[in-house]
């Protein structure tokens, strides 16, 4: 399986690896022929994750009178994050399943919202 190879490159043992699969198909995917798919249950929750990973990852410092329009992780850093629009265009970029996981443009909005209301996430 590509996943394996891939976590094996990452330094992740094959039991490792062979729990965390497990415990993914009991809670969060299903397999789809020679694919894992996302349990429809569970989309919601892994797009808000999604959203906050790219923050954490793709985000860079941004000084305290540029925050404006920017999504933050708080406690990562100071002001660690970067612009909303930045966010939705790389989290689609990285994972193009995105966009249609996103039924409308207002699912997008009630994600990040959802971050923000549950203190995951800062906006500017």
Same mark, same amino acid.
């Given at each position: ?7 094996? @490159? =990452? ?5 490792? !690896?062979?729990?965390?699969? *497990? ?11 020679? @694919?894992? *798919? !996302? $349990?429809?249950?569970?989309?919601? !929750?892994?797009? $808000?994750?999604?959203?906050? =990973? !790219?923050? @954490? ?7 305290? =009178? $540029? ?22 265009? $790389? ?18 909005? =009630? ?10 996430? *800062?906006?500017?």
């Amino acid at each position: 399986m590509k996943v394996t190879e891939l976590l094996q @490159a =990452d330094g992740y043992s094959v039991d490792e !690896i062979n729990t965390a699969i *497990k415990e993914a198909e009991n809670k969060l995917l299903q397999i789809d022929g020679n @694919a894992f *798919k !996302i $349990k429809p249950e569970r989309e919601s !929750i892994v797009r $808000k994750y999604c959203i906050l =990973d !790219i923050i @954490a990852n793709f985000g860079r410092p941004i000084p305290s =009178d $540029k925050t404006t329009g920017c999504l933050m992780v708080p406690g990562y850093s100071t002001y660690w994050g970067m612009p909303q629009n930045d966010v939705i265009r $790389k989290a689609i970029e990285i994972a193009p399943m995105l966009e249609k996981m996103w039924h409308s443009t207002t699912d997008v909005f =009630d994600d990040i919202q959802w971050l923000t209301e549950k203190g995951f996430v *800062k906006n500017g």
